[in-house]
Structure formats: structure tokens, C-alpha cells
């Protein structure tokens, strides 16, 4: 197959996927964001989450920062970021958040920065770093520390509607989708079909 038309098919197969700027800073003091759609649940206690990242290339800093600083974070795309938030995937030799137009936050005790503009935000103290041989990627483990979501969008339950935060979601390399209809349904059981919930 042709290399372009493979990579697009095979990133787009396995479905939707959420998306992330992740925002690091340098151990020189230089901050560095770059869009993720590789990000997973690890764990709810302790709450990690992983990022998958590709075979690490000069001038792409942002897993060196986060394992030299220990720390980075999460920021979830709301509609109105998403072409600055796919800008951020070019290969940029300058910090990306004045050159796409994000404003960077922090947080006291936080090196890390944050993107202001979005509603769900998570900071991450960077753990560890398992390589994936067959292909030179590298899972990369980070436990919250900071967690910020709009009290709107969490039920009594803890349960985050990103419906009501309107956070993006991708889909293959380039593509970006507002999530639509949605249904919860109770704890599984072997002797009762789940409930909507």
C-alpha cells in the first residue's frame, strides 16, 4: 500500500479517540504544546493515565520534558480550538502556544503549563516510561495531580458528561468530531440485560 493511504487507514480503523494538547515545559524554561490522540485510562487508584508516543525525533520535545521536569499536562479540545489545536501537530522549531495563538496557564507548585482556553484540564506528575519494542513507541505513564472540570458537567456520581463541556473528539490523523447522541447504562450483570441509566 502507499505509505500515505496506510497510515490513514490504519489510524482511522480503530475509531474515535480523545484529544489532547499536551502542554510541557522545558528544563530551560521553554514551554511546548503539541496535540495527542493517543491517551488512556491507566487506572482510578491510583489515577494514572498513559500516552503513547511515537519514536522520539529531534525537535520533538514533549516527552523529554515531561520525563526531565516530571510533570505535564492534559487539555481537552473544545470546538473552537480544533484548527489551532491541529496547528500544533507541525513541526515548529518556536513555542507553539504564541505561534498557534493559545495562552498558557499555570499553576501554583505546577511547572507545567496549561492551556487557558479549554474547560477540562489535568495536570500529571510524569511516572514512568515503558518502551514498545515491535515499534519504538513508548507508553508513558502520568498520575493526576490537578484535575479541573466545570462542576456543570459532573453528576453525583463523579461521572464527567464531555457532552456538556463539548469536548472534541478525533478520528484518524486529521479528522475532528463534535460528540452527539449519548446513553449510559447500569452496572453489568450476567442475569439482567443493563438498564439506561
Not at 40 to 60: E, N, Q, S, W
Not at 74 to 91: E, G, I
Not at 144 to 165: N, W
Request: charged letters at 20%; aromatic letters at 12%; proline letters at 7%.
Amino acid at each position: 500500500m502507499d505509505r500515505y493511504y496506510r497510515a490513514n487507514l490504519i489510524n482511522s480503523i480503530t475509531g474515535y479517540k480523545s484529544i489532547n494538547l499536551i502542554g510541557t515545559i522545558s528544563k530551560n524554561g521553554i514551554p511546548n504544546l503539541a496535540v495527542f490522540s493517543q491517551v488512556i485510562h491507566l487506572g482510578a487508584d491510583p489515577p494514572l493515565i498513559g500516552v503513547i508516543f511515537r519514536p522520539v525525533i529531534k525537535g520533538m520535545n514533549t516527552l523529554e520534558n515531561a520525563e526531565e521536569t516530571g510533570c505535564f499536562t492534559l487539555n481537552h479540545v473544545m470546538p473552537d480550538m480544533v484548527q489551532k489545536a491541529h496547528w500544533t501537530s507541525a513541526k515548529w522549531q518556536v513555542p507553539e502556544f504564541s505561534e498557534v495563538g493559545f495562552e498558557e496557564e499555570y499553576k501554583k507548585g505546577f511547572p507545567a503549563p496549561f492551556v487557558k482556553e479549554s474547560q477540562v484540564k489535568i495536570g500529571l506528575h510524569f511516572e514512568a516510561k515503558y518502551p514498545i519494542k515491535i515499534n519504538g513507541t513508548y507508553l508513558a505513564a502520568g498520575r493526576i495531580e490537578i484535575l479541573e472540570v466545570p462542576d456543570f458537567a459532573v453528576g453525583s456520581d463523579g461521572f464527567v458528561d464531555l457532552l456538556k463541556t463539548e469536548t472534541v473528539a478525533g478520528f484518524g490523523l486529521d479528522g475532528y468530531y463534535s460528540s452527539g447522541s449519548f446513553v449510559r447504562y447500569s452496572y453489568a450483570k450476567p442475569d439482567k440485560m443493563p438498564d439506561p441509566i
